[in-house]
């Protein structure tokens, strides 16, 4: 189990500093990170704004929704690259269920077309549609 779990992760220790600055971008010593980042790393602990609402916010992700792109475009880059690392893992690994599920030894005879429809179906279940809105598209157009 340790040997599966390392090689797994393995992806995750090579992006170890990417990482770092994600999560501790006040912390990180401009001169361990990429060129490309130093100058944005050095930029960083000068805004005070930034700072209290590091400090402030309980996520990550709500603190670097209110970095300015025009002010650190390459961290904010960084910043939703990590970010969407785990939602897409998430939806993948949900959508291989949803296709064990469907397509299980004694539903095989599942042609292509109803099985890219059930995987659709399957991966929207939890949408839940704004019916006020369309109608109210639906009356403007």
């Known amino acids: ?3 599966e779990f390392s090689a ?3 992806d995750f220790r090579k992006e170890e500093q990417l990482f770092a600055l994600f999560v501790t971008p006040f912390s990180i010593p401009a001169e361990s ?6 100058l944005e790393l050095i930029d960083l602990p000068c805004s005070t704004s930034l700072k209290d609402k590091f400090r402030m916010t309980t996520s990550l992700i709500e603190f670097y929704q209110n970095v300015p792109q025009q002010q650190l475009p390459k961290i904010r880059k960084q910043a939703t690259k990590v970010v969407s690392m785990f939602g897409s893992t998430y939806v993948c690994e949900n959508l291989f269920s949803a296709m064990n599920f469907a397509k299980p030894k004694f539903r095989s005879c599942l042609s292509d077309e109803s099985f890219r429809n059930t995987l659709r179906l399957m991966a929207t279940r939890n ?3 704004d019916i006020e809105l369309i109608v109210s598209q639906k009356k403007h157009g």
Do not use: I
């Open 1 to 3: 189990m340790k040997t």
């Open 8 to 10: 797994r992760f393995q």
């Open 33 to 38: 990170v990429d060129e490309g980042f130093q």
């Open 127 to 129: 949408f839940v549609p």
